[in-house]
Nanobody
């Protein structure tokens, strides 16, 4: 069993910053990829950023230049530094990892990020 726990969400004013963190625990021997997704009511969950085992990162166009994903392999943690936040970044953010076994996909419970004046 694998558990993901997110932290760091909350309310921030436009232009502000937040850092989300996610700790993965349980039967984890290797991780293929770690990612952050987000979802607003009535819309599909979307990929925000992903970092694969080799360290390559990919970002949604809407967050490029503002968000940075990073990981601590030894601690099985992934973080998302979010700068220059906009109201449209308001969403529930989910941590996600992909491992090389079945089941392969694990999700956190989600954490609210609200950008508002």
């Amino acid at each position: 069993q694998v558990h993901l726990v997110e932290s760091g969400g909350g309310l921030v004013e436009p232009g502000g910053s937040l850092k989300l963190s996610c700790v993965a625990s349980g039967s984890i021997f290797s991780i293929l990829a770690m990612a952050w997704h987000r979802q607003v009511p009535g819309k599909q969950r979307e990929l925000v950023a992903v970092i694969v085992s080799g360290g390559t990162t990919t970002y949604a166009d809407s967050v490029k230049g503002r968000f940075t994903i990073s990981r601590d392999t030894a601690k099985n943690t992934v973080s998302l530094q979010m700068n220059s936040l906009k109201p449209e970044d308001t969403a529930v953010y989910y941590c996600n990892i992909l491992v090389p076994r079945v089941p392969s996909n694990y999700w956190g419970q989600g954490i609210q990020v609200t950008v508002s004046a």
